[in-house]
């Protein structure tokens, strides 16, 4: 698909090629390269993924290197979820990772609705299954695993398949086994009238070796201080993840090619993370890795769910309201809609946000969004559109700050984010501590 330039707009006035200064359809060429297949951590296709990104930066003059890390993975051996009575039989189900297993035979018993883990809606006994609205926080989570013997989760929404998700392995460890599953809304609307199921879920862990892909284009006068581009390679199990996160992995590489060949003069180093999706594990190891020189690192700028042509344009600042002030002025010169807020996103950012190293987040809200972490997300919906304004405003901003004589914005991160930062970490779980991490 190609992008038409509306006539006697500002980009038809002064120039596409000058206002967008972004190779778009390089990004796209990316992003369908590396979509062909799923890119589950420590699979297969995950390392040619990781191959291919390493010698495109090679083909841009950089010089990549890996850094390795170790991490917790699961492969699901079998998901199942059978209505006993009335007997429907089999119901299409996707198992929820790390949540544990259950006998081969699976487990029989009594489906209970229990919306949100409600309290008033939890039976007294122990042995049934549950059927929820949504996932549980972390703390439902480990009551539920003392009473229930398995979970059903319903999708939020009648049009999407069931995710392929997983919760974080510290969950597993502290509460033991709870063999869950994904449901589609409709199949959950049906299993409101069910009154016993049979669930199986299979699956097994192991400790493998991931990677973070890093390269970076020196700075021309103050080489000591760092821009951190990251946007994360990886994707969920046995999803093509075109939107999450191939789309932020081809803005990235086009961002590269365009500093590989007009260096700013503070350094840019790009940052492809591995193992996002089992919960920030890339990043968080390298800001472990980096610790002692994580000073030296001024911003970081994080991509992540990009590609959709049809959709809104946003960023999220993990940081001072200095630098949400610059991008709400910056969009409004350049005559772009940014949604500008002052968050945490649940992205790689919030690792380095957590180490006080300030963070925005620029992401693509609609369209195919709408299907991450399932077989819908691919590469049918992406087209060079999806940059026509947030690369252009995203290369400006990343421009601005690397080259400016002053940094223009403070190193640190208010006290209301760093408060919604611990509670990121505290409802979820996970976090370097208990957490490997080597260099290779």
């Known amino acids: 698909m190609k992008y038409k330039v509306p006539t006697g707009s500002l980009i038809e006035k002064v120039g596409w090629v000058k206002f967008l200064s972004l190779d778009s359809e390089y990004a796209v060429k990316i992003i369908g390269q590396i979509s062909k297949y799923p890119r589950f951590v420590g699979t297969r296709h995950e390392e040619e993924a990781r191959n291919f990104l390493v010698n495109e930066f090679k083909s841009l003059g950089l010089e990549p290197r890996l850094e390795g890390f170790t991490v917790k993975t699961y492969s699901i051996i079998e998901e199942r979820l059978e209505v006993l ?21 699976g487990v029989e018993g009594k489906l209970a609705y229990i919306e949100n883990a409600d309290k008033a809606l939890l039976p007294g006994n122990k042995g049934w299954i549950g059927l929820a609205a949504a996932r549980p926080t972390r703390e439902a989570w480990k009551r539920l695993a003392k009473q229930a013997s398995g979970l059903i989760i319903s999708e939020n929404n009648p049009s999407r398949p069931p995710s392929m998700v997983s919760v974080p392995y510290e969950w597993l460890e502290e509460a033991g086994d709870l063999p869950a599953v994904y449901v589609k809304y409709d199949d959950a609307l049906r299993l409101l009238e069910a009154s016993r199921v049979r669930l199986t879920v299979r699956q097994e862990y ?4 991931a990677y973070n892909i890093v390269a970076e284009v020196k700075g021309t006068k103050y080489p000591e ?41 503070r350094t840019i180093r790009f940052v492809l993370a591995g193992a996002e999706e089992l919960g920030l594990r890339g990043s968080l190891a390298y800001v472990e890795a980096h610790k002692d020189e994580l000073e030296n690192i001024k911003l970081v700028v994080n991509l992540d769910v990009h590609g959709q042509p049809i959709g809104t344009n946003a960023a999220i600042v993990t940081g001072d309201n200095k630098i949400a002030n610059y991008l709400e002025t910056l969009s409004k010169i350049m005559g772009v809609n940014l949604n500008v807020r002052e968050d945490v996103m649940s992205s790689d950012s919030t690792s ?13 809200s609609g369209g195919s969004a709408h299907f991450m972490h399932t077989y819908l ?64």
């Open 85 to 105: 009575e009335p007997p429907w039989g089999e119901i299409e189900c996707r198992a929820l990772g790390f949540s544990g297993s259950t006998p081969p035979s």
């Open 377 to 440: 997300d691919n590469d049918k919906y992406v087209s060079p559109q999806a940059f026509a304004l947030l690369g252009a405003i995203t290369l400006r901003f990343i421009e601005e700050v690397a080259d400016a004589e002053e940094f223009p914005f403070p190193r640190g991160i208010p006290d209301n984010i760093k408060k919604k930062i611990k509670e990121y970490f505290e409802k979820r779980g996970f976090g370097i501590k208990n957490y490997k991490n080597k260099v290779a």
């Open 225 to 265: 201080e760092i821009i951190l581009v990251v946007a994360h390679y990886d994707s969920v199990r046995n999803v093509h993840g075109a939107i999450d996160n191939a789309g932020g992995v081809g803005f990235l590489m086009a961002l590269a090619k365009k500093f590989s060949s007009s260096a700013c003069k």
């Open 206 to 209: 192991k400790e493998i070796t």
């Open 352 to 364: 380095f946000a957590r180490a006080g190293v300030p963070a925005v987040s620029f992401y693509r």
